[in-house]
């Protein structure tokens, strides 16, 4: 038996993550991939982008010492290969290069900004084996903090992808671009329109947060109408009663409620009336992305780099 661990790092419009997981492979065994380690921080680098189009010296500051947290966390645990994405908010930061180039140079993590399109490959690559029917057709929908990518799969296979700027953070700051939902709305009604049944897959740590409030059992599909009861009664309290009589936490008690518009935004453009929410995302796509690689490529580093 062999184990391998890999390293995943999501610097993200609303928090930036790390997931450690453990590749495990016995004989001819099919590979088992478990999660071992996942911490999160709320840094919010869309709050200065999305306002001021830069990342300011606070937020850089911050940013830095998670980085070198990270990457102690993955020398503790004897992490083989790893790999540091950025996406929306650091996408669009003028700074973005000179911030990339610091973090390198203080902390010896590299890092990969990514587009729309290449964050929607990677969470492709997410395991949604015992989920997908080749026989069905699906939405999946992953809602960050400043963009959403939608990706269709028409009888369990990918037909299109597309990444908007329609994010939490992004529509709690008021800068979604005109027009985009609008965009948005046309682009699933062309891509799902022709399908005579489609089902939605949520991925997101709001989508989880709304499943997890929802009391629906593990595996058990969420319905439109408990969604948007949920999305109701979220948008009906203030932020202070969803941190006190909820229990969310401070930084998930604002973003929550733009997130699950989004989300039954999606289930009404499509048509869909029930939506899966398996505990997957962006990070899980890299771990199992490095997998695949393994080795074979200059995508891996190692965290003492």
Do not use: C
Not at 93 to 121: F, L, P, Q, S, Y
């Amino acid at each position: 038996m062999k184990i391998k661990k890999y390293g995943a790092i999501d610097i993200g419009s609303n928090a930036i993550r790390l997931l450690i997981a453990n590749v495990i492979k016995d004989g001819n065994e099919r590979t088992k991939i478990k999660k071992n380690t996942l911490v999160r921080v709320p840094v919010r680098l869309g709050e200065d982008v999305f306002k001021d189009g830069k990342i300011k010296e606070r937020k850089i500051r911050k940013l830095i010492k998670a980085i070198e947290a990270f990457k102690l966390l993955m020398e503790v645990f004897d992490v083989k290969a790893y790999l540091a994405v950025a996406t929306s908010a650091m996408r669009e930061a003028e700074n973005a290069r000179e911030v990339v180039e610091r973090i390198e140079r203080e902390t010896g993590i590299k890092i990969e900004i990514i587009d729309g399109a290449r964050e929607a490959e990677f969470i492709a690559h997410t395991n949604l084996d015992d989920l997908i029917s080749e026989n069905k057709n699906y939405l999946f929908v992953d809602v960050g903090g400043g963009s959403t990518e939608f990706t269709v799969l028409e009888k369990g296979r990918k037909k299109a992808s597309k990444s908007f700027k329609l994010g939490t953070v992004r529509s709690l700051k008021k800068t979604i671009p005109s027009g985009e939902w609008k965009r948005a709305e046309e682009w699933v009604k062309k891509q799902t329109g022709d399908m005579d049944e489609i089902l939605l897959i949520g991925s997101g740590g709001n989508i989880n947060k709304l499943y997890k409030m929802s009391g629906k059992a593990e595996g058990s599909p969420l319905s439109e109408a408990h969604l948007k009861a949920l999305y109701k009664m979220l948008k009906s309290m203030s932020y202070k009663q969803r941190v006190k009589e909820l229990g969310l936490n401070p930084d998930r008690a604002d973003v929550i409620v733009p997130a699950a518009k989004i989300y039954t935004r999606a289930m009404k453009w499509s048509g869909g009336r029930k939506i899966y929410v398996p505990s997957i995302g962006l990070a899980d796509g890299i771990i199992r992305y490095l997998n695949s690689k393994d080795g074979k490529t200059g995508a891996e580093s190692t965290p003492t780099s």
